[in-house]
């Protein structure tokens, strides 16, 4: 196992330690020794109400790890798109060919016509659906994405405006697979300029 496939890993763990404190908060309070009766401070009328602890969400954990490769698949997508360039990414390392297919296309024309982003891509993902009982677990991620701050231009340094179709934001869909050793892939990204966000 390679360190970087350790990480994701030891942020799972460590957002289980998160949980798992949150519910040592939020749980049933008492006193660590249970052999003497509750002191009563108050009276009845004036005590607090009793705080009820939200319930937690049992995925927490694996919803977490599928935004992590999400998220992840992004900072190396935004490398590339800086660079017009994959190379040097480890944009293989969270996302298939498949996933990647319309960023590849992208990457060719900017470089075909001397152009990179220097600004960057708003994003608020989140699991809408989860299968963890497919013979390939999985889940989908819908995002809004924000363009407000992506800034384009050429290598000479000319600013280019977006199409004025493009919306600012837009709703795009990710399905995220399960591999083998636990490992999260992006499998397909469908965005969908049609559906503001």
């Given at each position: 196992?390679?360190?970087?496939?350790?990480?994701?890993?030891?942020?799972?763990?460590?957002?289980?330690?998160?949980?798992?404190?949150?519910?040592?908060?939020?749980?049933?309070?008492?006193?660590?020794?249970?052999?003497?009766?509750?002191?009563?401070?108050?009276?009845?009328?004036?005590?607090?109400?009793?705080?009820?602890?939200?319930?937690?969400?049992?995925?927490?954990?694996?919803?977490?790890?599928?935004?992590?490769?999400?998220?992840?698949?992004?900072?190396?997508?935004?490398?590339?798109?800086?660079?017009?360039?994959?190379?040097?990414?480890?944009?293989?390392?969270?996302?298939?060919?498949?996933?990647?297919?319309?960023f590849e296309r992208d990457l060719a024309t900017?470089?075909?016509n001397n152009t990179r982003v220097t600004g960057?891509?708003?994003?608020?993902?989140?699991?809408?659906?989860?299968?963890?009982?497919?013979?390939?677990?999985?889940?989908?991620?819908?995002?809004?994405?924000?363009?407000?701050?992506?800034?384009?231009?050429?290598?000479?340094?000319?600013?280019?405006?977006?199409?004025?179709?493009?919306?600012?934001?837009?709703?795009?869909?990710?399905?995220?697979?399960?591999?083998?050793?636990?490992?999260?892939?992006?499998?397909?990204?469908?965005?969908?300029?049609?559906?503001?966000?």
């Amino acid at each position: 196992m390679t360190a970087r496939q350790a990480r994701p890993r030891t942020r799972a763990l460590a957002l289980c330690g998160a949980v798992g404190l949150s519910l040592a908060l939020t749980g049933c309070g008492g006193s660590s020794d249970d052999t003497k009766p509750p002191t009563v401070l108050s009276t009845p009328s004036s005590a607090a109400p009793s705080v009820s602890a939200s319930p937690v969400d049992p995925d927490a954990v694996v919803k977490a790890a599928v935004l992590e490769v999400y998220s992840a698949m992004w900072v190396e997508q935004m490398k590339a798109y800086r660079v017009a360039s994959p190379d040097g990414t480890k944009l293989d390392d969270f996302a298939t060919f498949d996933a990647l297919s319309a960023f590849e296309r992208d990457l060719a024309t900017m470089k075909k016509n001397n152009t990179r982003v220097t600004g960057g891509v708003g994003h608020e993902p989140e699991v809408t659906a989860l299968d963890l009982e497919a013979k390939i677990p999985t889940a989908t991620v819908e995002d809004c994405v924000d363009l407000s701050k992506w800034k384009a231009e050429r290598t000479s340094g000319e600013v280019l405006p977006l199409p004025t179709a493009q919306p600012l934001r837009y709703v795009a869909t990710a399905t995220v697979e399960r591999w083998d050793n636990n490992r999260w892939m992006v499998t397909e990204y469908k965005p969908d300029g049609s559906r503001s966000c």
